[in-house]
Every structure is written in structure tokens, then in C-alpha cells.
């Protein structure tokens, strides 16, 4: 009896182990879209650091991520089961942050033309240790934003299973999408330095020329990281505020089907691109013309 019951127990466990892992396929899949915006996001954080701080600054941004996961994964699987109306209002909230912290880095781009970000070009008796805190806590602020939508929705495709399974596969998720997302982050920032590392290691062959090319290619790549990171807030913050608004379908139907797969896809991107633009305008001018000087006159 004491064996069947043992016997049993495995079948059971195997069962839970096999849907855990066609649920987190499923989450994955589903979750791919928010990595690369998290991954571009994540990469142009660190422009501006020193070389030889850049994995250090990379590895206390994945810190707080995961700090970040610790907070939410909880926090989403208690507001799904006893307040789940309060999702679609927090992640609003997020994506508006998100929409409203795109704005201003275009914003500073285009009044401070002539100013550089990258550290070699900061004022003259900058504190570089608290720039670099700085650096950290704004990414890891964005972070949370982008956790969160990468926890609902991982939540949201198992919101029909069982509570372990739930507890299981949006841990499982969380983790993977951190760990996978920073080692790669650390791989883009220190490419130059394999570059100079394969150049001086091989001073002429194929070796060489691949390090030449990864030297010169590593600055070329984080620009347009940081160029797609802007982007990725408005995408990822006007596709949450979008997902709460009603939804607008165009007639495809006449287009021939491989343009078709391409409109269908691109519409919906240039529709999240242009509300987060909108909503992160709207957010500033508030901010900056409504918000700052009521309170200005209270603390006069």
C-alpha cells in the first residue's frame, strides 16, 4: 500500500512537473515580446560608465531586478486572487511612467544637442559615484515597470491552473527572463573589450580582423540600443495604456496575405508608439505646468 501510495505520489509530481513546463512554454512565448524591450532598455543603461565598471553597474542593476521580481511575483498572484480589478489601473500607472520617461529623454535630446551622456564628456567635478547611483536606480525603476507587465502577463496565462501552478511557472518565468536578460546585457557591454582582447592576443589573422570589427562595431550597437530603448518605453507603455482602451481592428482583408502579415503587425506597433508619445507629452505638460506649481504654492 505504502508503495502504490509512493508510486502515486511520482505520477502526480511528473503531471504537475509537465504542465509547469508546457505552461512556462506557453508564458515564454508570450513574454518574448517585453525581452527585447527589456533588453534594449537594460543595455543603454549602463552608457556613460567607465569600462571597468560597466559588469559591476550590470550586475546591481540585475540585483534590484530580482529584488524587483521578489516584490512582485507575491504581490500579483495575491492582487489576482483577491483584487484582480487592480491590475489594468497599476499597470496603467506604470505604463504612463514608462511613456512620461521617453518623452523627457527626447526631450533633453533635442534641447541639449550639443551635450553628451557618455562619461568622458560629463561638466567638470561630476560626482561619478553618485552619477553611477543615479544610473542604477533609474534603471532599476524601469525595470520594475517592464517586471510587471512581464509578471501579468506571464500570470495571465495561467490564470485558469491551479495556485501552485501558478506560484511555479510566473517564479520560473521571472527568473529565467532576469538571468537571461542581464547575462546578455553583460555579453553586449564588454563586446569592445573582446574586441581589444582578440586584437592583442592575434596580432594579424581572421582573430584579428573579428576584433577589429567587434571594436568597432560595440559603440555602433550600444548608440542604437539607446536609440531603441527610448522607443521600447513608448512602445511597451502606450501597448499597456492601449490594451485598456477599445480595441480598433483595420480591414486587411483586401491586402495580398504576405503584406497583410506585415501591416497587421505593424499598425498595432505604430499605434502603442503613437499613444505612448501622446501619453508621455501629456504626462510632462502635466507634470511641469499643473502639478509643479500647485505644488510650489502649498510649500509657499
Known amino acids: 500500500m505504502a508503495g502504490t501510495n509512493l508510486l502515486a505520489l511520482i505520477d502526480d509530481i511528473a503531471t504537475l512537473l509537465d504542465d509547469i513546463a508546457l505552461m512556462s512554454k506557453v508564458a515564454a512565448k508570450k513574454t518574448g515580446a517585453v525581452l527585447g524591450d527589456d533588453l534594449a532598455l537594460n543595455a543603454q543603461q549602463v552608457t556613460g560608465v567607465s569600462a571597468d565598471r560597466e559588469l559591476p553597474v550590470v550586475w546591481a542593476v540585475a540585483k534590484g531586478s530580482f529584488i524587483n521580481k521578489l516584490i512582485l511575483v507575491p504581490l500579483a498572484l495575491l492582487i489576482s486572487a483577491f483584487a484582480p480589478w487592480l491590475i489594468t489601473p ?36 561630476t560626482d561619478l559615484v553618485a552619477y553611477e547611483k543615479n544610473k542604477i536606480k533609474g534603471a532599476i525603476r524601469t525595470d520594475f515597470i517592464l517586471s510587471a507587465e512581464i509578471v501579468v502577463i506571464a500570470l495571465g496565462t495561467v490564470q485558469s491552473a491551479a495556485f501552485i501552478s501558478q506560484v511555479l511557472v510566473v517564479s520560473l518565468i521571472a527568473f529565467v527572463m532576469t538571468a537571461g536578460v542581464y547575462a546578455l546585457v553583460a555579453g553586449i557591454v564588454k563586446l569592445d ?12 589573422g581572421l582573430l584579428n580582423t573579428l576584433g577589429m570589427g567587434l571594436v568597432t562595431f560595440a559603440p555602433k550597437l550600444m548608440k542604437t540600443l539607446s536609440v531603441v530603448g527610448t522607443f521600447a518605453m513608448f512602445l511597451v507603455g502606450g501597448g499597456i495604456i492601449a490594451h485598456a482602451l477599445p480595441h480598433w481592428e483595420a480591414p486587411l482583408s483586401s491586402l ?35 502639478a509643479g506649481p500647485a505644488l510650489s504654492k502649498i510649500r509657499s
Open 256 to 290: 495580398p496575405p504576405a503584406l497583410e502579415t506585415i501591416v497587421s503587425g505593424l499598425i498595432p506597433m505604430l499605434i502603442n508608439l503613437g499613444i505612448g508619445l501622446l501619453a508621455g507629452a501629456f504626462v510632462y505638460l502635466f507634470l511641469e505646468y499643473v
Open 90 to 125: 497599476l499597470l496603467m500607472i506604470g505604463g504612463l511612467y514608462l511613456c512620461f520617461e521617453g518623452f523627457e529623454k527626447v526631450l533633453h535630446s533635442l534641447t541639449h544637442k550639443k551635450e553628451h551622456s557618455d562619461q568622458l564628456n560629463l561638466p567638470e567635478g
Open 193 to 204: 573589450d573582446l574586441g581589444l582582447y582578440l586584437r592583442k592576443k592575434f596580432p594579424d
